[in-house]
C-alpha cells in the first residue's frame, strides 16, 4: 500500500532489484528509498550495490535496521504501527461538517504540526494538491483538520486543544475514509505505538493492524 501509493504520487527515479528484495527511490520532500523484500542477504547485496545512494529510508521492518546500519548510524528514526481498513468494509459519514482543506492553509497547519522535525510548509501543500484532505471550522476558525502523507496514507490529524473531546477528530478520520474510498483507493494510516488515542479511534472505525515499519535518516 505505501509503496504503490508514494509512486503513484511522485516518478520512480531508480530501482534495483537482487532476488525478490527491491529498493524503488523517488523524490517528495527528499529523495527516498522504498525497501521491499524479506531476505536479509538480498537486501546486503542491494546496498552495496545501491551505495547509500540517498541516506533516507522508508518503508524499514525491524529486521532491516541491522543491515541497513551495518556502514551508517541513524540520525533519526520514526517509528510507526501500520492499520489498514480490509476491503470490503464501510464506514459511516461523519456527524461534522467536513471540507476539503485550501493550500493557503499549509502554513497555519504547519505551525501547529508536532512533526515540525519531519516535515515542511512546502510539503504540506504538495499533500493537499495531490490527494484527499478535511478541515472542520467553527465560528469562522479551522478548528481541525487531516490530510495525506506521501504514501496516502492518512495522517496529520490535528484538533486545537480547546475543542478537543467533542468527537471532531472521529468526524475528520471518517471523511478521509469516505473520500478514499469513493476514490477506489486503500485506507491506511501509519501511527506512533504510543499514540493509543489514534489507535483506539481507528480501530473503532474497523482497521486492523498490519505491521511495524520506520522512516529512517542515516548519517
Not at 534495483?16 to 537486501?43: K, Q
Not at 540517498?54 to 541497513?68: D, G, I, K, Q, R
Not at 464501510?90 to 461538517?97: A, G, I, K, R
Amino acid at each position: 500500500m505505501p509503496v504503490s501509493g508514494f509512486f503513484d504520487n511522485y516518478p520512480v527515479e531508480k530501482w534495483i532489484r537482487h532476488g525478490d528484495f527491491v529498493i524503488v527511490c523517488g523524490t517528495s520532500d527528499y529523495l527516498w528509498a522504498y525497501l521491499c523484500g524479506d531476505n536479509p542477504e538480498d537486501l546486503y547485496a542491494l546496498l552495496e550495490e545501491f551505495k547509500y545512494e540517498t541516506l533516507y529510508f522508508a518503508n524499514v521492518e525491524e529486521w532491516m535496521l541491522p543491515v541497513l546500519t551495518n556502514v551508517h548510524k541513524i540520525e533519526w528514526k520514526l517509528t510507526t504501527h501500520r492499520y489498514y481498513l480490509p476491503e470490503g468494509k464501510t464506514v459511516e459519514s461523519p456527524d461534522y461538517l467536513s471540507k476539503s482543506l485550501d493550500v493557503n492553509m499549509a502554513a497555519y497547519i504547519y505551525s501547529n504540526s508536532a512533526y515540525k522535525d519531519f516535515t515542511s510548509e512546502q510539503y504540506i501543500k504538495e499533500r493537499l494538491k495531490k490527494d484527499v484532505s478535511a478541515g472542520i471550522w467553527i465560528d469562522g476558525e479551522l478548528v481541525g483538520w487531516g490530510l495525506t502523507h506521501d504514501d496516502t496514507s492518512l495522517g496529520f490529524l490535528h484538533v486545537v486543544p480547546k475543542y478537543r473531546g467533542q468527537g471532531l477528530g472521529e468526524s475528520i478520520l471518517r471523511f478521509l475514509v469516505v473520500e478514499k474510498q469513493v476514490r477506489k483507493k486503500p485506507v491506511f494510516v501509519n501511527i506512533e505505538p504510543h499514540n493509543h488515542q489514534s489507535i483506539n479511534l481507528v480501530k473503532k472505525l474497523g482497521l486492523v493492524f498490519d505491521r511495524e515499519v520506520s522512516w529512517v535518516k542515516l548519517v
